[in-house]
Every structure is written in C-alpha cells, then in structure tokens.
C-alpha cells in the first residue's frame, strides 16, 4: 500500500467514528425532544429496574409514602396490658397468658413519659390481670407515678378484682381515677362456667365489697362486662342500678385469632359468640340503664390504642393482633402509624368523655 494511503486511513476511520456518534447524539437529542414519541432504552440503566405500577413493590412503595404523609394519631387514651398472666380463665378473653414477661418498672415509666410527650390524657392498665405482679405493687407504682409525676388527667384499672384489698386502695386510691371490674353475670353458677371464678370466692360478693372500697376511698367505680352465648338472656338491669356504676361498659363477644380463635390459640371463643341481633336485644333489653355504655365488635375492633407487655401498639385490623415496634426503641410517633387505630371511631364510640374524677362531682 502506498505511504499517502498509510497516512490517510486513521483520519478516514476517525471521520466515520465520528459521524456514527454524531447520529447517535442527534438520535438521541431527537428521542429527548417533547414532539418525539417515548422511546425505549435498548438496554436497562445499571442500579435501576422497571416497577410496574400495579406490582407489590409499587404498592408498598405507595403504602410508605402515604404513611409519612399521613399525620400520625394522637395517643390521647391508651390502654397498657402490661401483663399476660391472669388468676381466672375466661373462655373468651382474648389476650391470653401467651407470655410471662413484664417491663422492669423504670422502663415501663420511661415509655408512659414518652407516651404523655406524645399526647396521652388517659392511661389503662389492664392484663391479664394487673394486680398478680408483685400483689398489686407494680400497677400502684405506675398509678402514682402517672397521676404525681406525669400529673395525667385520668389514670384508670380494669380487674377482675379478686386481689385487690383495701390497704391498696389506702396507699394508692388518691392516685386512682377510676377502677373497672369485670362482671359477666349476676349469676353466680354463671360466672363460673364462663371460667369467672377462683376457688370458694365469689365474684358477685367480691364486687359489693369493691364496690364500698371506691365510695370510702373517693375511686370512680366500673363495671365491664362481655355479653356472650351464656349471659345473653340475662337480665341485669336491678342489680346495675343498685351497684350504680359511673359507666357500665357492655362489649359483644369478640373473636381474636391466635387469642382465642384459632389453631395456636390458648382459648376457644366460638362456642361463646353471639349474633348482632342478639347483642342488639340485650342492648333494648337495658336501654333505661343510664350509665350503659355499648360497644359492638366494629366499635371495639379499630377504636382502641392497645400496648402489650414489651409496649408494642397491636393492630387488630384483620382480625388478630399484630405487633408494631416497641415505643422504646422507634418511640410513639414511628410505631403508632402500624396501630390500625381509627381516630374518628374512637371519638364516634364515645371514647373520650368526663374521665377525671376531679370532674365527674360524684357524691363519694
């Protein structure tokens, strides 16, 4: 080959290198342009891949962004089962003995502290059964610390009331605005088969006597109780008005799986359920009774903030109880956006009401 030629042929393989990436930019400047139609890339970018919009990790990604969006719910009443162990077997309870554990009490008010700096006006303690742990010191503890220290507007206590004894109510009633007692039934062979029963003592008996403890030590008294197959057709509307509760609050039996429904559940609630209709006919059945309070399962199941035994808010959405992180380690505004707990059922169900007994101007 002649030496011109030599010379020539790199210039020449340069010029059309170059004329192949001037197309390609103009293609690629063209492909940019707003009158171009939508071009494909060949080739996917690296780190990147297409999500389709009606994929799983397109509507997890959406699910994220709404709940940062949304603002988070304000702890104003929440209920604390600080404890899964109970004395009684109630065939429906449905937040049964599956653990033993229970917060050392400095954590346990750490995450009470937190829980007011979020807005909490109302505490309950419940369980289990709050009065087995250390004979009723633990929840008197919390009590005082949350009325004292944390000066919370209502501190209150759901119990079966068979450990209770009135030297608590000396150390501790002053902090107390309100003591809950579950009562299923003014039958007392009742009570038994529903599983409300310890030994020679009686439930109804018991429920007098706690009843006289709350006037003496100025405690707003409570009554709980959950209507099921073998209450249904009870008529308890001269004994309520005798006892003369503040509130009496009448929950339809619930089923909660892994609780008490279900193949790992420790209790089994299906044979207490009852209809809506027959839970609406004991509502008319005591509808002269002032302080009744109703709560059907679509009022209960999304109207309530529970927190368990390691602080962690349940949601019982899709009916089972499922845990969000606990408040002491993401804190109250992280794990209360996995409560399911709906705000406006709440207030609509009547939740927020007089709950301090400053203001309730009872006649102790």
Known sequence: MPLGALVLLPLALARAALAAL????????????????????PLPLPGWRRVSAHSPAASAGRRREEERDDPSPTPTSVNYHFTRQCNYKCG?????AKTSFVLPLEEAKRGLAMLKEAGMEKINFSGGEPFLQDRGEFVG??????????ELPSVSIVSNGSLIRERWFKKYGEYLDILAISCDSFDESVNVLIGRGQ???NHVENLHKLRQWCRE?????KINSVINRFNVEEDMNKQIKALNPVRWKVFQCLLIEGENSGEDALREAEKFVISDEDFEQFLDRHKDVSCLVPESNQKMRDSY????????FLNCRN??????????DVGVEAAIKFSGFDENMFLKRGGKYVWSKADMKLDW
């Not at 390609?24 to 063209?30: H, K």
Request: charged fraction near 20%; charge should be positive.
């Open 22 to 41: 001037r197309g390609r930019l103009g293609a690629l400047c063209w492909s940019l342009s707003p009158l171009s139609l939508p071009l494909p890339l």
């Open 92 to 96: 429906f309870c449905f937040h049964t």
């Open 141 to 150: 503890q919390l009590v005082q610390f949350c009325k004292q220290e944390l």
């Open 199 to 201: 030994g020679k003592k």
């Open 217 to 221: 030590y100025a405690v707003a008294f």
């Open 305 to 312: 903030l529970i927190l368990d035994e390691y602080m962690r």
């Open 319 to 328: 009916g089972r109880k499922e845990p969000s992180k606990s408040i002491l």
